[in-house]
């Protein structure tokens, strides 16, 4: 498999070929897709002699969905697939790292609390209303959807009721929906994209989604302390639609846990960049060991609005003396000191770190950093850099955040050589 939706193949001559619905080891007959001047995409039309992990989708929107790339393999198959992904990546990088951990999810399905779907018009030639749907495989086009398997419940219940508010008050200039769930109650936070909805429909939403409870502007997010760090109660935090969260709930308290285990016992004077909202250093600053908190935490986050409500949870959760900084996080690093830095914590987006950043690292000398990463090739350059820099991977794990995809989550806790 390769870090996509494909399995590699080449032809007698060579040529690679990337097949879609394919798995490793398997024969097929490939119907070309699309000629490309260094590779040929193409898709398994028949299935000759089948890989014995590969199964029947479930979904019946697989393959012309393109939400879900893997639903063909076992999960099993999924898991060992994205540690043979991430561990190839790495290695073309040129980065090296130990044989990474695996967290599997414990249910594979209904796991996204968030979810973007395209609002669909009516269509007047055969009398159907709205719609919602996602993209269709390879396309910006838009295919229409009852249900999905990898959404929770909260949000998939409510598809009906979204769509007959739509019928009635119309979807205004909006061209998507952002839905954000809460995974053990019916609340929902909705928010318009790509235009102003109608002006009636939050109204329009709040009658026909009873007994939901219906919220436009935020809505709180409960963690299991002792899932996390064996602590007793909740950690709790208000998210609103613009917010990063982890949209694989159960799998955060996983990925928190893990990445609180890297930062160690003694972590010290603690950064934390591209922070969010807040929740690592929220968590371990009121962990309930006391003596294992850092004595310092500084948040750095570019968007203001999570910079607001990391500062709301630093005071929610008794982190007393943070600071949190609004701005870039190589501008913000470029004013601290080395004394100022213990231990770095970082979840970049799908870009990684910009240059500027591994360059104020070297400057700072960490004695560790927690880096949690969606992107193996990401990864793999910035790892690189920071080798390079004199920090060496002592540990990693991969949390699967997104199965049915080939997405892959990481948490790598790099240490000076």
Known sequence: MTYGAAALARTAEGQVVFVDDALPGERVVAELVK?????LQARAAEVLAPSADRIEPPCPYVPECGGCQWQHASYEAQVAMKLQVLGETLRRAGASAPAAEAVPAADPF?????????????????????RLGFNRRRTYEAVAVDDCLIHHPHI??????ICSALDAAGAGAMRAIRLTAHPTRRELLWHPVGGAAAPGLHGAL????DPWLVQQDSITLEYDRGRIDGGAGTAMFRVDSESFVQVNHEQAHNLYGVALRYLGDR??????GYAGFGAMSALAGSRPDEAARPTRVTLVEENRAAATLARLHMRLHGVEG???????????????????VDSVLIDPPRAGCAPEVVRELARLQPGRIVY??????????????????????????????????????????????
């Open 35 to 39: 000629r490309k001047r260094r590779y």
């Open 110 to 130: 209904r796991y996204r609390i968030r979810g973007e779907l395209h609002v669909l018009p009516p269509d007047p030639a055969s009398g159907a209303g709205h």
């Open 156 to 161: 998939t219940e409510a598809f009906d009721g």
């Open 206 to 209: 709040v009658e026909a989604l």
């Open 267 to 272: 972590p010290g004077a603690v950064v934390e």
């Open 322 to 340: 943070a600071s949190v900084l609004a701005g870039r996080l190589e501008e913000r690093l470029a004013l601290l000191e080395p004394d100022e």
């Open 372 to 417: 949690v990463s969606c992107d193996p090739a990401t990864l793999g350059r910035d790892l690189k850099a920071l080798a390079a820099e004199g920090y060496v991977v002592a540990a990693q794990t991969m949390v699967d955040m997104f199965p049915q995809t080939y997405h892959v989550e990481t948490v790598s806790l790099l240490q000076k050589g």
